[in-house]
């Protein structure tokens, strides 16, 4: 079974500066996707990234990108820039490219943006 | 388009009852999961339908069940409810049932026993 670890229950940065939140994952398969959620106080789970593991290059979307590492097992998503609307609890979670359509997610990062 | 919807948005139950939630998907996705969220356990998968099939199961009792229509909407049954089933109840739809697909979420339904 596939698992996924997010270390950090808690970070938090000063607004317009960069933050950097990890994940590491446990799985056999060889194809499979890899996403950030982001869940403000609303609970509406809103993707941010998504990673394909067949793609060595990294994922952007605007001020957020990850740093795959695939040997490693490795998903960590950086922030840019960030913004009071940036705070929210964000999940990293897994999804096998053969089974279904069922997401792992890890425990969840909470994060504070100070102004 | 109009995203994933949920009703009813919160709900009030006692133990031993039963209850139904509904999930209407993003128009044209055939894919609808099911997931249950709560502080101690986190996020946990129930269950995904798929062209009106039961495709995955996660590790809940036979209390959990599901179904979809024809026209994609699904929802969730739980019987005999008991105190650790209050949690938010969160429904994903997505095109297919590929994990290509990528998923979009509702806004939960949050359901609390007493």
């Known amino acids: 079974a596939q698992t996924v670890t997010q270390s950090q229950p808690e970070m938090s940065v000063q607004e317009a500066e960069t933050v950097t939140l990890s994940c590491t994952y446990d799985t056999s398969e060889s194809d499979y996707y890899l996403f950030w959620y982001k869940q403000p106080p609303s609970r509406q789970m809103i993707l941010v990234i998504r990673?394909?593991?067949?793609?060595?290059q990294n994922a952007t979307e605007n001020r957020f990108s990850v740093n795959f590492q695939k040997a490693a097992k490795s998903f960590s998503l950086k922030i840019s820039d960030s913004q009071l609307g940036d705070a929210a609890m964000y999940f990293c979670a897994y999804r096998s490219a053969i089974a279904g359509s069922r997401l792992t997610f890890g425990e969840g990062t909470q994060l504070t943006v100070n102004p | 388009k109009a995203g994933v919807t949920q009703t009813p948005r919160y709900l009030i139950k006692t133990r031993g009852q039963q209850v139904t939630l509904s999930c209407s998907p993003i128009s044209g996705h055939r894919s609808v999961s099911w997931y249950q969220q709560t502080p101690g356990q986190g996020l946990q998968f129930l269950f995904e339908y798929f062209s009106e099939t039961q495709r995955n199961k996660g590790n809940f009792p036979g209390r959990f069940s599901g179904r979809q229509f024809s026209n994609s909407r699904s929802e969730m049954n739980v019987s005999t409810l008991e105190l650790g089933d209050s949690a938010l109840y969160l429904c994903?739809?997505?095109?297919?049932?590929?994990?290509?697909?990528?998923?979009?979420f509702g806004p939960g339904t949050r359901l609390l026993v007493l």
């Open positions: 994903a739809s997505s095109l297919g049932s590929t994990g290509r697909e990528t998923q979009y």
């Open positions: 990673q394909e593991a067949y793609k060595q």
